[in-house]
T-cell receptor
Framework: SQKIEQNSEALNIQEGKTATLTCNYT??????LQWYRQDPGRGPVFLLL?????KEKRKERLKVTFDTTLKQSLFHITASQPADSATYLC???????????FGQGTELSVKP | GAVVSQHPSRVICKSGTSVKIECRSL??????MFWYRQFPKQSLMLMAT?????????EQGVEKDKFLINHASLTLSTLTVTSAHPEDSSFYIC???????????????FGPGTRLTVL
C-alpha cells in the first residue's frame, strides 16, 4: 500500500540546536516533494520544494534533502528558535498536477 | 507570496442544513483549486480537485453529492456541504495553484481554513 510517514508525532529541542525531521514514503515515485509549516487552527504555509533530480535545497535556516533511492526526505532547521515551534508537514506531488498527498506531520517544540 | 482567503473562518450549523464555504485567490488567477479536510491531530486529506469551468474530480470515498464544488471563475471556488451531520465537523482548507508557472511551478497557496461544527 502507499503511505507517507513522518517521524515521531512530537519533537522537543533546545533553542539554538538543529531540528531534523524525517519523511519516508513507500510505493510512490514523486517528481516533487514539499515541506509546509502549519500553526494551530491555520492553513499550511509553503516552505520548500525539492525536485526528484535535486539532492539538497536550502533557504535561510532551512535545508531539505531528497533521496529517491531511500524514499526519504530530511528537513533541517538550524539555529532553531521558539518561533519555529509548529507542525511541519511533508507532501508528495504524485501526478505533477498539484495533487498533494500529505504526511501526518511532526509537531516541533523549541524550548528557550 | 500569493494570498488565498476563505469565508467564513468559522461556522456552526444545525444537523441537516447546508453550508457554503468560499475560497478566493486574491492577487492571482488559479486554474486549479483543491479542497482538503483535516480532523484533529491528523493530516490534510484531499477531497477534490477543482478546475475552472469544469466538473470537480473527487477522491475515492468522497461523496460528490454531499460535497458540491463549484469553480465558476479563476479566482473563486465554493464548497457546499449539503445536509450536514455532526461527523462532517472538521477543518476545511482550500488551496489554489497559480496560472503562471515560472519559479513557483507546482507551488500551491493555502487558505486559512474554515472550522465547521455541526450540532
Amino acid at each position: 500500500s502507499q503511505k507517507i510517514e513522518q517521524n515521531s508525532e512530537a519533537l522537543n529541542i533546545q533553542e539554538g540546536k538543529t531540528a531534523t525531521l524525517t519523511c519516508n514514503y513507500t510505493n510512490y515515485s514523486p517528481a516533487y516533494l514539499q515541506w509546509y509549516r502549519q500553526d494551530p487552527g491555520r492553513g499550511p504555509v509553503f516552505l520548500l520544494l525539492i525536485r526528484e533530480n535535486e539532492k539538497e535545497k536550502r533557504k535561510e535556516r532551512l535545508k531539505v534533502t531528497f533521496d529517491t533511492t531511500l524514499k526519504q526526505s530530511l528537513f533541517h532547521i538550524t539555529a532553531s528558535q521558539p518561533a519555529d515551534s509548529a507542525t511541519y508537514l511533508c507532501a508528495l506531488d504524485i501526478n505533477q498536477g498539484g495533487k498533494l498527498i500529505f504526511g501526518q506531520g511532526t509537531e516541533l517544540s523549541v524550548k528557550p | 507570496g500569493a494570498v488565498v482567503s476563505q469565508h467564513p473562518s468559522r461556522v456552526i450549523c444545525k444537523s441537516g442544513t447546508s453550508v457554503k464555504i468560499e475560497c478566493r485567490s486574491l492577487d492571482f488567477q488559479a486554474t486549479t483549486m483543491f479542497w482538503y479536510r483535516q480532523f484533529p491531530k491528523q493530516s490534510l486529506m484531499l477531497m477534490a480537485t477543482s478546475n475552472e469551468g469544469s466538473k470537480a474530480t473527487y477522491e475515492q470515498g468522497v461523496e460528490k453529492d454531499k460535497f458540491l464544488i463549484n469553480h465558476a471563475s479563476l479566482t473563486l471556488s465554493t464548497l457546499t456541504v449539503t445536509s450536514a451531520h455532526p461527523e462532517d465537523s472538521s477543518f476545511y482548507i482550500c488551496s489554489a495553484r497559480s496560472l503562471a508557472g515560472g519559479s513557483s511551478y507546482n507551488e500551491q497557496f493555502f487558505g486559512p481554513g474554515t472550522r465547521l461544527t455541526v450540532l
